[in-house]
């Protein structure tokens, strides 16, 4: 069985616990992520699953209306 990969990016624009869930449910959509974990207050997003492919992130968070800020590791 392969390791869980994690990443943690950036989402700009989350205000609001509406926010927030929004990015997870819609994280979660994408093949391969199976958790996902936004924090309000640093606009950190925490992923976990087999394959974390960021430029479906990226796309995600854009197609929903938030800003892609980068990844972190």
Sequence with gaps: ???MDQK???VKGMSCNHCKMAVEMNLKKIP???TA???LGSGEV???G???DLDKVR???E????SYGGSLN
């Design 50 to 52: 087999e394959t974390i």
């Design 37 to 39: 974990l936004a924090d």
């Design 59 to 61: 796309a995600m968070i």
């Design 63 to 66: 197609d929903i209306g938030y």
């Design 1 to 3: 069985m392969k390791a």
């Design 32 to 34: 391969g992520i199976e």
């Design 46 to 48: 925490l992923l976990k």
């Design 8 to 10: 943690k990016v950036i």
